[in-house]
């Protein structure tokens, strides 16, 4: 593989895990669910993998969008002359952007989501810092409850690494992040349901690093712009 394709994989990977691994609801409620409901390891391990890939779908859903618009881009003659450099600054513009975005999110008290266990059940909310959800505004979790959720929180920072290779009209570069991305979902969220199920999650304190995602997937995407403008890659 060249140069592009490593900072492609590399980015789409960094961000997959970063964005799993710093977001406790990507791991906590299989994990307090299948305490409370006395699951087995396989059970646990086969909802978190379908909810992995319905989140990973949801997040190549918009990523394919960029993927359209960078092909149809490309049935413009005169775009065929300056899509190189486009396509990077592009990439460059947009990590910035989304990097200043995830500084005004981790500044502001974005609400961000709550797994409560009371008895055997497991209730979800979300609320600010300062505001107090009343129960009757929980709701009850269940397999499907926890599927929709997923399929409802989609990874934004995808979309301009797959608009790049929409531009370059690389099926290979396109494939290599589609299953980058995917692989490294599932089975981090994999890997923590389990730590934590076996009783390991004391070692991930992570709920501070989750209001930094926006920042990190920014600066990411901002990296690998920089390397396609102006280090060659």
């Not at 592009?90 to 990097?99: C, D, E, M, N």
């Not at 129960?135 to 269940?142: A, L």
């Not at 089975?187 to 709920?207: C, K, P």
Request: charged content about 10%; hydrophobic content about 50%; overall charge positive.
């Amino acid at each position: 593989m060249d140069s592009t394709v490593w900072a492609l994989l590399l980015s789409a990977v960094s961000i997959s895990f970063i964005h799993t691994a710093s977001g406790p609801d990507h791991y906590l409620p299989f994990i307090v669910i299948s305490k409370s409901k006395k699951w087995s390891g396989m059970k646990t391990a086969i909802l978190t993998v379908v909810c992995g890939f319905g989140h990973v779908l949801s997040s190549l859903i918009l990523g394919f969008i960029g993927v359209f618009l960078g092909w149809q881009l490309n049935k413009i003659s005169w775009f065929q002359d300056i899509r190189g450099n486009f396509s990077g600054w592009a990439l460059l513009i947009f990590g910035g952007v989304y990097l200043v975005y995830g500084l005004i999110q981790a500044i502001r008290n974005k609400p961000h989501k709550h797994f409560d266990v009371m008895g055997d059940d497991v209730y979800v909310y979300e609320h600010n810092h300062s505001e107090v959800v009343m129960p009757q505004k929980r709701i009850k979790v269940t397999p499907l409850v926890l599927f929709m959720i997923f399929v409802m929180g989609p990874s934004e920072p995808l979309i301009p690494l797959l608009f790049y290779s929409g531009v370059k009209h690389s099926m290979s570069e396109i494939a290599v992040l589609v299953i980058s991305f995917t692989a490294t979902t599932v089975l981090t969220m994999l890997g923590m349901v389990l730590l934590g199920r076996y009783g390991y999650s004391t070692l991930f304190n992570t709920e501070k690093l989750e209001r930094y995602m926006g920042v990190v997937s920014g600066a990411v995407v901002t990296v690998c712009g920089v390397g396609m403008v102006f280090l060659g890659w």
